[in-house]
């Protein structure tokens, strides 16, 4: 199966999923890792399948020999046998355990950080439309399960397979007529197996799914954004109930799951009852013939009580591995995500560079429909969604009449974007919210790349630099300030995990955060809570600050830096910046007149254009975009 295979599969609930060869061999190379633990196992099996064996053909000679001849002497060794048994196949049970534990962790090790790994090499517009809660579904469940079909069903199957075989074996030997009987209901197994496999198996997929939605819904809800939403517009109730009907299809799927497992045990077990029944009537009569003994039936139904289970397990391991395989099916589909932001395999590393950027017409369009994306997770109350109450077709039309002239709304985001920043200068973008100019900033250290046109760094073309070399020259306070659920000292080392202590306090102080933290009960030490949400967004915007500053970078791009700053902590704020702008080169949206002021270029965008562009008195003088923006929004 071709690396998109899993895609449409994934995509369409109506195809069932196929176990080829490609699949098992993509399987196997999982397990290949531990195959001398495999080996290891394979002895132990083999071991504690001679070990059973030898049970019954001691009780055999108890009922037919020992006892009729009152041998206490040899009554006692083998009720000792029988003892020591049981011990011996404890503790090589033991070690099989700690093997298996070792194959299945591991295995889970290696599916987690192969996926983890994949997710950090997706671009961001993979996480613009992908549910977090999916993705977690992918690294918990999914690889659990997945891990399952190596681990347990292949060991299993080995167990069986050699065990099933071995009680074959003793059991022709000791009375090949009854062996025969037994195995007469085999072809019923098969059939059983394949009635209610695929039954099973589409359950479990289900199921997975359904656990995918209700974790998306949970991410977003249990979120502080998403808590403070819900209560905010008084939703509690409302997401209580999207909740439930989540968790109650889990519930369902679960039981309908169950059910099926029922059912096909209960085939399998009233299939070994025949069997057993069988054996027994023409075992019994056989003893009122006197052509058998006693001992030789008992030893003969407790041989066939081992080779039903194994041949049960063996009729349920297509089951259970075809169940497994949606698991890997659903890891595999992330793996095979194609990467759009490459790295060349020869890139060049920027070292030591001036900092000159420079845009080539360059074009972008998001892409608001992606087709390389995980199985979609639908919302409650989302327009795909029929409680929303409105489809595309009641979606009224524009108004051409009526449309505001200053909307930015547009399918292209830039639109031959063509300028040039000199290294160590500052340049101000400026424009309408929506014009484009976060979207310029994304494009420098290749957050997204450019649909036409190419962008370069002192002559280098970006697609031509290596990511990680692009992303130490660049420092980058976002619009929106991240910070993790940690303390304000470990936020702070984030951008350089080498960083002595008295760098830390220093790229604070730059900040004037420094002794805001100071004044704080633990300091440095104070955990910030999930998403920064402990502090003021002056305070988080600072700290963000702080942690640039920290980084050193060649490159500065400030995404409204100071817009939620106040006048006094602003001032301070400015004349950091310009401690730290300089000899740098800076590419600042702002939304400041002190910022626009200190610029040596002004790039002026509109629906995704560069309208104007100069010096502030330069486009003041033109008396255009820039000069009325300067009116109603600086004056």
Known sequence: MHLGGWHSYLRSGDEKPRITRNLLKRVMAYAGAYRWHLVGMLVLILATSGLSLLSPLIVRDLIDKTIPAK?????????????ALPALKGGIRVLERRLNTAVGEGVIFDLRSALFSKFQQMPLSFFTHTKVGEMVSRLNNDVIGAQNAISNTIVNILTDLVQAVAVFIVMTTIEWRLTLISVIILPLFIIASRMLGGKLRDAAREQMEANSGMNALINETLNIGGALLVKLFGQQSTETSHFRDRAGRVRDLGIKRAVYGSVFFVIISLLSAVGTALVYGFGGYQVILGTLTVGTIVALGS??????SSLQSLANAPVEFSTSVVSFERVFEVLDLPVEIEEKEQAVELKDIKGEIRFEHVWFEYNDHPKDLLNEVKRFGSQS???????????????????????????????DIDFVIPPGQLTALVGPSGAGKTTITYLIPRLYDPTRGRILIDGHDLHDVSLKSLSDQIGMVTQETYLFHDSIYANLLFARPDASQSEVFDAAKAANIHNFISDLPDNYKTVVGERGYRLSGGEKQRIALARVILRDPRILILDEATSSLDSQSE???QEALKRVMAGRTSLVIAHRLSTILAADQILVLNRGKIAEHGTHQELLTLNGIYANLYRTQFQ
């Open 303 to 308: 041989y066939l009580g081992m080779l039903y």
């Open 571 to 573: 001032a301070l704020i």
């Open 71 to 83: 041998d206490t002497r040899r009554l006692l060794q083998l009720s000792l046998a029988l003892l």
């Open 385 to 415: 969604d029929s409680r929303a109450g409105i489809s595309d077709e009641e979606v009224p039309e524009m108004d051409e009449e009526r449309e505001h002239p200053a909307s930015q709304a547009r399918k292209t985001a830039l639109l």
